[in-house]
């Protein structure tokens, strides 16, 4: 919970995660700000869910910013040579994008420190996930460390803290919770390599984990697969 | 030191600090990639200033991203309803670009580990500088934290080192190490306003740095001034 008029940050990627972590902010009478990257990934439909989200929310702004990380190359997501594999697979996958996590809360630091947001969401879990480094706890804690360090703002004793109210759940809680706080999955794109019209592949480790998590939810899953 | 063939990305603005840590990555037998930023600064002859740079220190390759934060506002560099100060003033200025650097950085960290590069060279500065909390060695010390957590790499036991040869460095100090090493300052652009044929304000923060510095050690400035 937060003072009134409290502003959040909160980074929406379309996703089933981000969508329920904006909508945990909200019911925890944040006034929200919802950021989303273009980087070149291979799905720009999840670009249209998360403008299906961030209006479903009444989001006070919603930004996308381009991101040139797939200039940089090196990652199944952004670089076309690279296929998505269909299978799980072991350690960290292909679809490991370098220090996405990293760049993205920093560009949502800059936003917060410009509006005087108390708080960024990101919906990062670290149970039923792909293995990415940084999604792990250590990782946000290390952020939190940084922030302080880095701005202004933390100079000067204030605080912007990074809120991840999905670390610990498993994909089935956060649809339970998801449902219990009103949020349409239908708006949401979970596919690495969704079509232009959002038809899932079914076969990526993200539409994996989607079509289990709706499974062991028992909650209908809205998702059109191919 | 480094074995042979090691890779350094090394943050280039086309300034002072950036050219000479570039020749002292270079003096440090580095390959180097030279990463510089259009961030909607006012003085795009800065990115001139970066492209003269690099080639002169025949790095291996030199990208320049464009990064939106202009777009998130909060500066004078980025924002032009904002003047830029021609007179000494205290606390942190209103050319402090929100989490600038962190994100300069994390760019950076994303293009290190796709060329796996063990080093990041970052010509911050802690003594003639302007106040700004991301030029800190504590600052400094929370992105080195960051980085191991952050990335595949770290998650694998591999290191990107975060290297600030000029940290500690007066710029009279700091001119004279890049002159020993063959910097051409005549190619740097400092001005936070410079004109686009690279003439340069002589009055804001960036300029009376630079031209103390030159004073300091006993140099000529080869800078044009109105």
């Known amino acids: ?12 990627s379309g996703g089933i995660d981000s969508a329920t972590c904006l909508a945990i902010a909200r019911s925890q009478s944040y006034a929200c700000y919802a950021l989303s990257f273009n980087y070149g ?17 009444q989001v006070e702004s919603h930004k996308i910013i381009s991101v040139n990380i797939g200039e940089l190359g090196g990652s199944a ?8 594999p269909e299978k799980e697979t072991s350690g960290i996958p292909v679809t490991y994008v370098p220090a996405r ?10 936003w917060a420190e410009v509006i005087e947001a108390s708080a960024i969401y990101i919906g990062v879990n670290a149970l039923d996930y792909s293995g ?8 946000i804690a290390a952020f939190q460390n940084l922030v302080s ?3 202004k703002t933390g100079l000067e004793g204030g605080n912007i803290s990074i809120e991840t ?5 498993s994909k089935a809680e956060i649809i339970k919770s998801g ?4 949020v349409d999955y239908s708006d949401t794109v979970s596919c690495y390599q969704a079509s232009e019209h959002g038809v899932a592949c079914g076969k990526c480790d993200s539409c994996r984990f989607r079509k289990k998590g709706f499974a062991d939810a028992g909650v209908n899953d809205p998702t059109h697969y191919v």
Do not use: W
């Open 179 to 182: 449902i219990k706080l009103g």
């Open 132 to 139: 990415y480094p940084d999604c792990r706890p250590e990782f």
């Open 149 to 151: 360090l880095a701005t």
């Open 165 to 169: 109210p999905l670390i610990n759940f």
């Open 1 to 12: 919970m937060n003072s009134n008029n409290a502003k959040a940050v909160v980074l929406v």
């Open 77 to 84: 997501l952004t670089d076309d040579s690279i296929e998505v």
């Open 101 to 110: 996590n990293t760049i993205f809360l920093s560009y949502a630091l800059a």
């Open 41 to 57: 990934q291979r799905s720009t439909s999840e670009l249209d869910g998360a403008k299906k989200v961030a209006r479903a929310a």
